[in-house]
T-cell receptor
């Protein structure tokens, strides 16, 4: 597609429920990143995909968080047994292969998650 | 690990005036990239300007320019002739040019909210 698409745009859930957030990157972008942005804060790195593999999962805050990417395209971030501290905007970004010096990340508009 | 610090939580400027946003970073690397991103209320992160560390010349994009001081590890953004549409949260970000598993990952500062007064 023309840009990075994320869905849902907004999600309200009850504590303890599972949620799935989807990211559809720009066509041809092999690298995909998930970030978390708490209210009024900067972006925290969660996970990086190159193709379907995730060389860097160091930012996932707990084992309740997982992500996968299939077909080198769409990625899903899953949060199990949601907690109130999971409330945040989850941003996805994609780019061409990181080895390219001119590489720039393009971000989606994010999914705002509210856990009641 | 690299860190990025934006010491100004909020800044304001009059329309048509000039404002400078500060950013400092800490790294032991010599080859890296620095970025300024803009995030309006729509949440969409928009790349404003990029600087490659090996280039001594400061990057410029229309009304936006940077003052890159490599020895001081400082990377400030100057917005000239400020417009109402410049109002947003601005983030400074660092990216290593080295390889490895985190190649391409951005490290962000905490952001500066810019208000533009008419």
């Amino acid at each position: 597609g023309a840009g990075v698409s994320q869905s849902p745009s907004n999600k309200v859930t009850e504590k303890g429920k599972d949620v799935e957030l989807r990211c559809d990157p720009i066509s041809g972008h092999t690298a995909l990143y998930w970030y978390r942005q708490r209210l009024g804060q900067g972006l925290e790195f969660l996970i990086y995909f190159q193709g379907n593999s995730a060389p860097d999962k160091s930012g996932l805050p707990s084992d309740r968080f997982s992500a996968e990417r299939t077909g080198g395209s769409v990625s899903t971030l899953t949060i199990q047994r949601t907690q109130q501290e999971d409330s945040a905007v989850y941003l996805c970004a994609s780019s061409l292969a990181p080895g390219i010096r001119a590489n720039v990340l393009t971000f989606g508009a994010g999914s705002r998650l509210t856990v009641l | 690990a690299q860190t990025v610090t934006q010491s100004q939580p909020e800044m304001s400027v009059q329309e048509a005036e000039t404002v400078t946003l500060s950013c400092t970073y800490d790294t032991s690397e010599s080859d890296y990239y620095l970025f300024w991103y803009k995030q309006p209320p729509s949440r969409q992160m928009i790349l404003v300007i990029r600087q490659e560390a090996y280039k001594q010349q400061n990057a410029t994009e229309n009304r936006f320019s940077v003052n890159f001081q490599k020895a001081a590890k400082s990377f400030s953004l100057k917005i000239s002739d400020s417009q109402l549409g410049d109002a947003a949260m601005y983030f400074c970000a660092y990216r290593s040019a080295a390889g490895g598993t985190s190649y391409g990952k951005l490290t962000f500062g905490q952001g500066t909210i810019l208000t533009v007064h008419p």
